[in-house]
């Protein structure tokens, strides 16, 4: 079983930043892809951003420019590094990981951004 925690998240207001921290637990083998979904309020979960093993990375196109995935592989940690955040970017943000076709998914943690 894979157990993810993350942290960082909080209130912000808007032009602010935020860094999202993911960090992988448990029977951790060989991670295939990692990275952070969101879900806001009456709203579907979405893809955010996710990073590869091999480091290749995806955006949500409203991010792009704001956003940064990165992973400490020897700590089997993602993070998620939210510049100029717009009360847009406010729901609930997953982590996620992939691994040998199982998918887990984190507790969430909220961000909030307003004045």
């Known amino acids: 079983q894979v157990q993810l925690v993350e942290s960082g998240g909080g209130l912000v207001q808007p032009g602010g930043s935020l860094r999202l921290s993911c960090a992988a637990s448990?029977?951790?083998?060989?991670?295939?892809?990692m990275g952070w979904y969101r879900q806001a309020p009456g709203k579907q979960r979405e893809l955010v951003a996710v990073i590869t093993r091999g480091s290749t990375t995806t955006y949500k196109d409203s991010v792009k420019g704001r956003f940064t995935i990165s992973r400490d592989s020897a700590k089997n940690t993602v993070y998620l590094q939210m510049n100029s955040l717009k009360p847009e970017d406010t729901a609930v943000y997953y982590c996620?990981?992939?691994?040998?076709?199982?998918?887990?998914w984190g507790q969430g943690t909220q961000v909030t951004v307003s004045s």
């Open positions: 448990g029977s951790i083998f060989s991670i295939d892809v």
């Open positions: 996620n990981l992939w691994q040998l076709g199982n998918n887990y």
